[in-house]
């Protein structure tokens, strides 16, 4: 009975017949990401805005969900929408928010 080659095996065999193809990007390719990035980070203007405490808590705990800090996470929500890459993604957390668009009523 033949004995199956192992993956790491068959991996190896392949890379030695030249079969594999390196998926990094070019060094032009790789230029232009660099670039991309250090335009998308610089952050050379200061904007003070007002929230409610239920969206900013809102905010605070979806920071926390992604690992990062509430207002790296505000700054990233507004590149991708004014670049236009802005893609919701549902929350595991309640929102304190929800109840918002009805009237309370005074006590």
Do not use: C, W
């Amino acid at each position: 009975m033949k004995k199956r080659k192992s993956f790491d095996e068959q991996i190896l065999e392949t890379y030695e017949k030249g079969q594999l193809e390196s998926i990094f990007p070019s060094k032009a390719e790789l230029k232009k990401y660099q670039e991309a990035a250090r335009a998308t980070f610089i952050k050379d203007r200061r904007v003070n805005i007002r929230l409610s405490s239920p969206d900013l808590l809102d905010i605070q705990a979806r920071a926390a969900e992604e690992g990062v800090p509430y207002q790296t996470l505000i700054a990233s929500v507004l590149h991708k929408f004014v670049a236009g890459r802005f893609v919701e993604k549902p929350s595991r957390l309640t929102t304190h928010s929800l109840g918002r668009g009805k009237k309370r009523r005074a006590s």
